[in-house]
């Protein structure tokens, strides 16, 4: 038995009939099984999929969002499961890597890739923030600490996934790692970027510009639900300051007063030890605002908090 047979790669796709059929071949190339969960699409995607053998197809009849991965790694029956989105795809020496990572630290619970975009294999930027982590190993587990991921680069622990219940459905997409990646770490699960596993981006921007609001709003509740009031005031600030000035910043301010009753009904600061490595995360962004009267979106700006 090699290390891709103890991997499932879930692809979560939406209205991407276009492009879903390359993507696959290439992970259905590396041997590992392959769960396709389509999020209600309403172009040809599933007709694709079926298409291509080796590929198994969950189609749900709404789009989740983010929770839809929760009925891919459900579906799957190996000890890991690497998450990708319909625009990206592993190499396999990388995945392998990973696997043996995982393998050698039971309280590794999620490993997430280097990310190399389009065909100069450019390194994303969030990949370089990553690796110039500041916060401290205490586990004694190979490379930089992660506090939060990115959700179409990352190889988790089924078991860790599912203890934490994988991404809440309120969150839908965008910034929705934030809140599973508090959950991981406050159960003593470790994350690590691992820059030997690597995922090949071929980005798609169709999808955006329309979802700004709901990272805005997602990372708002996120400060609330686990973070000291001062942190959360903090952030809260920061990240008002720092959004936008436009449509989607009304509507995210909007979805943010929705959310109140959420908050207060399920709010639960994080031990201070947590929130300190937070802080050298959040000073780090705090060096690179942008301007208060800024009214578009830098779509190539890092996003990791």
């Known amino acids: 038995m090699g290390p891709l047979d103890r991997v499932t790669v879930v692809l979560l796709t939406y209205n991407c009939g276009h492009r879903v059929r390359s993507v696959l071949e290439r992970l259905a190339a590396l041997g ?9 699409s309403t172009d040809d995607t ?52 990973a696997v043996d990572l995982l393998d050698a630290h039971p309280r590794l619970g999620l490993v997430n890739a280097r990310i190399l975009v389009g065909d100069e294999q450019r390194l994303d930027a969030i990949s370089a923030e ?19 991921f990115m959700a179409g680069a990352a190889i988790v622990r089924r078991a860790a996934y599912q203890e934490v219940g994988g991404y809440d459905e309120r969150f839908f997409i965008g910034g929705e790692e934030e809140t599973l990646a508090v959950k991981l770490v406050r159960r ?57 000035k436009n449509r989607d910043f009304l509507r995210g301010l909007t979805l943010i007063l929705r959310a109140f009753p959420w908050i207060v009904r399920e709010r639960t600061p994080m031990p201070a030890g947590l929130d300190a490595d937070l ?3 959040d000073e780090r962004r705090f060096r690179v605002r942008r301007r208060f009267f800024t009214f578009r979106e830098d779509l190539g700006r890092s996003a990791y908090p």
């Open 32 to 40: 590992a099984p392959v769960i396709v969960v389509d999020n209600g």
């Open 46 to 97: 599933r007709q694709v999929v079926a298409g291509v053998p080796g590929a198994e197809l969950v189609a749900l009849p709404s789009n989740l969002g983010a929770a839809a991965r929760n009925a891919g790694l459900e579906r799957a029956s190996t000890p890991y499961v690497a998450f990708c989105d319909d625009d990206g795809w592993y190499d396999r020496d990388g995945l392998a890597a």
């Open 130 to 148: 990553m690796a110039a982590s500041p916060v401290q190993d205490r586990a004694g587990i190979p490379g930089p600490v992660l506090l939060s």
């Open 188 to 244: 003593g699960w470790q994350l690590r970027y691992a820059p030997g596993v690597v995922l090949q981006h071929r980005p798609s921007l169709a999808n955006a510009g329309s979802l700004r609001h709901v990272g805005l709003r997602n990372t708002v509740v996120n400060a609330w639900l686990h973070r000291p009031l001062r942190s959360a005031l903090r952030w809260t600030v920061f990240s008002l300051a720092d959004a936008p």
């Open 279 to 281: 802080r050298l995360l």
